[in-house]
């Protein structure tokens, strides 16, 4: 295996010791949102692998532990996220210090929405690898690019075409314009005096001499010797001869000329009309590209803020929300708002809707599959009490506020399924310890705290 290796950005043989060593659970770790609880490393790589893959990471100086009650979470240092951060950059840092080297750190106290969050991330990244920031950013890039029917290489393919044609038609020219000139120009210098008038001059004579001997070879008894007018005769053919050949010649040549004229617009028309659907289908490309990073923007947003994650499946024309809860979830109309808010803004809304609960309880879990259940029976309910007014009422007198309200509510609640994803139940002992920690407070907070314990100083 050959990898570039960098010491201007981390020690060289912590550098050698990640890219062949550590990157894939460093990477993992990173992708999650940076903190695990290090029992997680035994969970799923095994009691004995995972506390020496643990115990080799924080030798190494790649992850650092903090306690929590009985338990402990791990963060990637700052080495570790120079690597993942700098590693492919082309900025050349030999010049500075490692300590100047810069870059985002991770809080050492997060929040308890923050820790779970990202433990509940890496518990489903090892099954579902999109889950990742990364992945799923990327993912997400390919997957409404799809959707919206963005195809930047049938343009590039496009463009590629017309410069092919355009260097074909420069290279025929030169070639039409040698022939022309070498060829065609000369010939019509040549028989440029054998004019059409020579040739009626000709034609007419020709049939005058045939009249005058053919009424002179009528008669008995001519004095007169025509051999002399024959001989003439028999020349004037000769010469017509020549005249229609090269007149027919001359037709060619303009025949010629005008075929390599009509090529050559034939295929500008034709360049001009591709140029002109390269323009279109380039507006058409920024367009939907603009489409797909606005999209991806909004998933991004909902991925950081809401800890939920969208994510299209084009093949079988759904849409997926999955629902990672840390201890806060919404009502359960919350994220149908949430649902059709993010439907309308992408577009895609005539796409079925599945709701994954990804949570770190099963009871939780279950709570909330069943109250999304409700909304759809109670859509049910209201489709068929609906259905049945209208086929006893006439409706075109009157409508009810109870069938408008019915309505109203069928329109918001799109059609779905609800599924539960179990992966990350085995987090659940770590939640009340997490949530009862007091390291971290918010620095809104600390302000907040400030404040008030100057005015008491103060009294």
Request: charge should be positive; include cysteine; proline fraction near 2%.
């Amino acid at each position: 295996m050959r990898a570039e290796v960098r010491d201007d950005i981390i020690k060289l043989e912590t550098f050698v010791a990640i890219k062949f060593k550590y990157e894939k659970y460093i990477d993992m770790i990173h992708e999650a949102g940076g903190y695990c609880f290090l029992s997680q490393f035994a969970y799923h790589y095994g009691n004995n692998e995972g506390r020496y893959i643990a115990k080799q990471l924080e030798d190494a100086g790649l992850i650092k532990t903090k306690a929590v009650s009985n338990y402990k979470y791990c963060y990637l240092t700052d080495v570790a996220i120079k690597y993942l951060k700098l590693k492919d950059s082309k900025e050349d840092y030999s010049d500075k210090s490692k300590n100047q080297i810069n870059v985002k750190r991770l809080s050492v106290t997060p929040s308890d929405k923050v820790l779970l969050a990202s433990a509940i991330k890496f518990a489903l990244i090892h099954k579902y690898k999109f889950i990742g920031k990364k992945c799923y950013e990327e993912k997400s890039i390919k997957a409404f690019s799809e959707f919206y029917g963005c195809d930047e290489d049938r343009a590039d393919t496009l463009k590629c075409k017309i410069d092919n044609l355009k260097m074909e038609i420069k290279k025929e020219a030169k070639e039409d314009k040698r022939i022309f000139e070498n060829h065609i120009k000369p010939l019509f210098q040549i028989y440029k005096n054998n004019t059409d008038e020579e040739y009626e001059y000709i034609k007419n004579k020709i049939a005058k001499l045939e009249v005058f001997i053919e009424e002179k070879n009528k008669r008995i008894l001519h004095i007169k010797n025509l051999k002399q007018e024959e001989d003439e005769l028999k020349q004037l053919k000769i010469k017509l001869g020549q005249l229609i050949v090269i007149n027919q010649f001359k037709k060619n040549l303009v025949k010629q000329k005008n075929d390599l004229e009509i090529k050559i617009k034939t295929k500008n028309e034709y360049i001009q009309k591709q140029e002109k659907e390269l323009e279109m289908l380039s507006i058409e490309t920024t367009q939907k590209a603009f489409k797909v990073s606005e999209s991806v923007k909004k998933a991004i947003s909902y991925y950081d803020k809401s800890k939920i994650i969208f994510t299209l499946n084009n093949k079988k024309a759904i849409l997926n929300m999955i629902i990672i809860d840390t201890g806060t979830l919404k009502k359960s109309y919350g994220y149908i708002d949430v649902l059709n808010k993010f439907s309308i803004e992408t577009e895609t809304e005539k796409l079925y809707k599945r709701i994954h609960i990804a949570s770190y309880s099963e009871k939780r879990g279950k709570k909330l599959q069943e109250q999304l259940n409700k909304i759809l029976i109670e859509k049910k309910t209201k489709l068929k009490k609906i259905e049945d007014y209208k086929c006893n009422i006439d409706m075109s007198k009157y409508t009810p506020e109870f069938y408008k309200n019915a309505e109203k509510f069928i329109n918001k609640v799109p059609d779905f399924t609800v599924e539960l994803m179990e992966d990350g139940y085995y987090i659940e002992p770590y939640k009340e310890p997490v949530s009862a920690k007091t390291g971290y407070i918010k620095p809104k907070d600390k302000d907040r705290f400030e404040e008030i314990k100057n005015r008491l100083n103060n009294r």
